[in-house]
């Protein structure tokens, strides 16, 4: 794929949505429920992200990039999109609208999530580095700054899903490497990350390879020497990074407190990808076959950069020599520090050194060292310094003893370098990977990954419990198929079980059901012969008296405003319809319009001296006195 057309893409995808106008995915359910919405909002990296799902490399993920089509259109099988749906279908059952909204976003670690909710215009800082190191100088721009978005969703939000720090552990090594100025680490950086993204052999390699191509002139021994030392102590950064790791996760979720403190936090744990011994020599194969391409043509453009080829273009004998002694010098000095137990006064000595601009520089300050009363391990320092002739290269060596704890491996990498040095370069690469990338490959393979992981889980369940989130435990889901790290459908079909089955009494805790109110009820109580004799009622509309509202009625009413009939005075205020005390042809009328409606009008008993509510076509009376009317219509009494 070319660069050019895979940047105009995702130019086109963030020109396509706004920073502040970004809407949520969800299983919403377009029926009318009553009891109101339940939102939940989902946060993570590329495994919350559903990557992989989709199909194509990283550069294709449609999660790389938060948009406003991705949000309405998610991941199709992604966890939390399912449990979304699980959600939905309680709310239907419960009558609640559920919204889903996935905030993942691929390459994203927690210290970038933690620093997006807190920071406005913060872009994430590993997604940027892929951008950059994979497109080209200025790709990054097409990212969005979340922070407003996050902000946005996560105030309303019933219900958080949490799922990170795996990429601060593993993805922390890579924008190092990514990053660094050192062009064999930052060549097999951008290999390394397109490797664990998935990318096909060919095209990691070929990431790398260009950065060697375009850096051949200036790659140095000491830059060789460095990345080997940095792949070595890969390893013993394991444990900083774990705890490193939970302080984001918990920053993460802190964080979230902070903007809503009434949502409900899951705080779903890492599980181990590569648990099989079959996956780990398919990762590890995978990774010697590219980095050891890349770390062979790293060696092979040192060598020619110091004019140490032979005609053949092979490292020739002097720079494998040169090379040793350096890596000899770099072992000495290392010695000496040990030796006097990395004594302050040998620190100063390298730091003063590390500033320096020329070599005679340090010829002066071995002159003050002899010279002074100062500890013998001093001078010991200087008269191995004063065997370099160039400032640069002591620098270099200098940059290495004091950021590598490890040098040791370097010696055996050398043997292997003498041996292999007329080799084929198929034979060149897979010896220099078997020393150089070995550590990151066990690393990868889960040799290393499984404890890391393991001690993750046992950190974040410990933040869990500090910050009242909930811990949701999925280590255990199947092993995966292939040696990418992210799960496949059926593993995050499986983490979306696992944790509705862990939040699920939170989830309806809140989805409480409204209770219609009952009816009162209402009892009959029998009355005094004597009151009862005394309160006979008639109802507003029977004329005639005999319990019953009808035709007659009216015809009563009818003849009685026409002068053919009489009525007493008692039976006029059951005429007078309207209330406007006298009767005519409109109460006829009005009486008419109601006969059948009016008969199925219930009448609650008389209760001691007050009158219980009634019904007119559905409508609810209040209590009425002797002359009461509802919708001109009433008790009466005679």
């Known amino acids: 794929m070319k660069v050019s057309k895979v940047l105009a893409a995702l130019i086109s995808a963030v020109t396509l949505s706004s920073a502040t106008g970004i809407t949520a995915f969800a299983a919403e359910n377009e029926n009318n429920r009553t009891n109101g919405d339940f939102k939940y909002v989902a946060l993570g990296d590329s495994i919350a992200a559903g ?49 889903g ?14 620093n997006t909710i807190k920071t406005p215009g913060y872009k994430g800082a590993f997604a940027s580095s892929i951008l950059e190191a994979y497109l080209g100088e200025g790709s990054s721009d097409v990212l969005i700054p979340y922070h407003d978005t996050y902000t946005k969703y996560l105030t309303e939000a019933d219900l958080v899903s949490i799922q990170l720090g795996g990429n601060d552990i593993i993805m922390s090594i890579v924008p190092q490497m990514v990053g660094s100025e050192n062009p064999v680490l930052k060549a097999a950086g951008i290999s390394l990350m397109l490797t664990l993204f998935g990318t096909d052999t060919k095209t990691a390699i070929g990431g790398g390879l260009q950065v060697i191509a375009e850096s051949k002139d200036s790659i140095t ?22 705890d490193e790791s939970a302080n984001h996760v918990k920053g ?22 590569y648990r099989t011994p079959e996956e780990s020599e398919e990762i590890k194969e995978d990774i010697f076959a590219v980095l050891g391409k890349v770390y062979a043509a790293a060696a092979n453009a040192a060598a020619e950069s110091e004019d140490e080829l032979t005609a053949g273009g092979k490292q020739s004998i002097d720079y494998i020599n040169g ?23 040998l620190q100063e000595l ?3 050194i590390a500033e320096y601009d020329d070599i005679n520089e340090v010829k002066t300050l071995a002159e003050l060292v002899s010279s002074s009363e100062g500890k013998p391990e001093n001078q010991e320092l200087m008269d191995i310094m004063l065997s370099y002739d160039d400032i640069s290269e002591l620098q270099a060596v200098i940059d290495i003893i004091r950021n590598y704890d490890d040098i040791s491996e370097l010696t055996e990498l050398m043997a292997v370098m003498t041996k292999y040095r007329t080799a084929n370069q198929t034979a060149v690469a897979n010896a220099i990977a078997s020393e150089v990338a070995a550590p990151l490959a066990m690393k990868a393979t889960g040799k290393n990954v499984d404890p890391q992981m393991r001690r993750l889980n046992e950190k974040l369940m410990d933040v869990a419990e500090e910050t009242g989130a909930v811990y949701v435990d999925v280590y255990g889901i199947s092993p995966e198929d292939d040696f990418d790290p992210h799960p496949n459908a059926n593993g995050h079909k499986e983490i979306a079980e696992i944790l509705y089955d862990t939040m699920s009494e939170h989830i309806t805790e809140r989805m409480k059901v409204e209770e219609k109110p009952e009816a009162p009820e209402t009892t009959e109580e029998t009355l005094p012969a004597e009151e009862t004799a005394a309160c006979n009622f008639r109802i507003v509309g029977d004329v005639n008296g005999d319990g019953m509202i009808n035709s007659a009625d009216a015809a009563y009413i009818l003849a009685h405003s026409s002068g053919l009939v009489q009525l007493s005075d008692d039976d006029k205020k059951y005429a007078d319809i309207d209330g406007n005390k006298r009767v005519d042809i409109i109460d006829a009328i009005l009486l008419m319009s109601c006969i059948g409606r009016y008969n199925s009008m219930y009448f609650n008993r008389f209760n001691g001296r007050h009158y219980n509510y009634f019904t007119v076509y559905g409508i609810r009376s209040t209590p009425m006195n002797h002359f009461g009317r509802m919708n001109g219509f009433g008790v009466r009494f005679r």
């Open 221 to 242: 021994s000491e830059d060789f020497l460095e990345a080997a030392s940095f792949m070595y102590n890969i390893g013993a950064r394991a444990d900083a990074l774990v």
């Open 323 to 345: 090379l040793k002694d350096k890596v000899a010098k770099i072992n000495e000095i290392k010695s000496v520090m040990e030796k006097y137990n990395d004594a302050a006064e």
């Open 252 to 273: 993460v979720v802190e964080a979230v407190k902070e903007l809503n403190s009434d949502a409900d936090i899951a705080l779903v744990g890492m599980y181990n990808p």
């Open 350 to 352: 390298l730091a003063m």
């Open 101 to 114: 909204t996935n905030l993942a976003s691929t390459a994203y670690r927690a210290e970038d999530i933690e």
């Open 51 to 99: 990557f992989g799902l989709a199909g194509g490399d990283l550069t294709q993920d449609p999660a790389l990039i938060i948009t406003d089509e991705l949000l309405a259109d998610p991941v199709k099988g992604a966890y939390p999109a399912i449990f979304t749906e699980y959600i939905d279908k309680l709310g239907e059952e419960r009558g609640y609208n559920v919204k």
